[in-house]
């Protein structure tokens, strides 16, 4: 199986893990599964663990899936933890976060963590903690 989901213990926190290359419809897919646990668990954040993921997705593709994020995964806050250097993942949150998803990129998955563990506590997004952010 290319991917794991599971709710990280003691928390109200999902984490999905995907590894090898990813397409569009992987994408959509997966995202429907990340809901439907969602739901059924009763958590309301995310991490999504994107560093082993080969993305397969022209520009245009990214650019739709981002678009699509805010109807499909409203009420669901998404970390998303990538690895320096991919832009798919990236662009990903800046077109879903440009049209209204509570989203945000990371380096580190307690860094991920941490924002949604605070955002739950206050049902905001924190104000002192930052994404990392990489340097060219």
Same mark, same amino acid.
């Given at each position: 199986m290319k991917y794991t989901l599971s709710v990280i213990p003691d928390?109200? !926190?999902?984490?999905?893990?995907?590894? #090898?290359?990813?397409? @569009?419809?992987?994408?959509?897919?997966?995202?429907?599964?990340i809901v439907e646990?969602?739901?059924?668990?009763?958590?309301?954040?995310?991490?999504i663990d994107g560093r082993d993921q080969e993305s397969k997705m022209s520009i245009m593709e990214t650019f739709s899936f981002g678009e699509?994020?805010?109807?499909?995964?409203?009420?669901?806050? !998404?970390a998303i933890?990538?690895?320096? #250097?991919?832009?798919? @993942?990236t662009f990903i949150d800046t077109v879903a976060a440009n049209r209204g998803s509570t989203i945000k990129s990371f380096l580190y998955v307690d860094?991920?963590?941490?924002?949604?563990?605070?955002?739950?506590?206050?049902?905001?997004?924190?104000?002192?903690v930052q994404p990392d952010t990489e340097s060219d």
């Open positions: 928390t109200r !926190i999902a984490m999905f893990r995907w590894q #090898g290359p990813i397409t @569009l419809e992987d994408r959509r897919r997966n995202r429907k599964r646990f969602c739901e059924h668990e009763g958590v309301k954040g995310v991490i699509e994020v805010p109807t499909e995964m409203r009420g669901i806050a !998404i933890v990538y690895r320096p #250097g991919d832009r798919a @993942l860094e991920a963590q941490a924002w949604l563990e605070a955002r739950d506590e206050s049902g905001d997004d924190p104000p002192d």
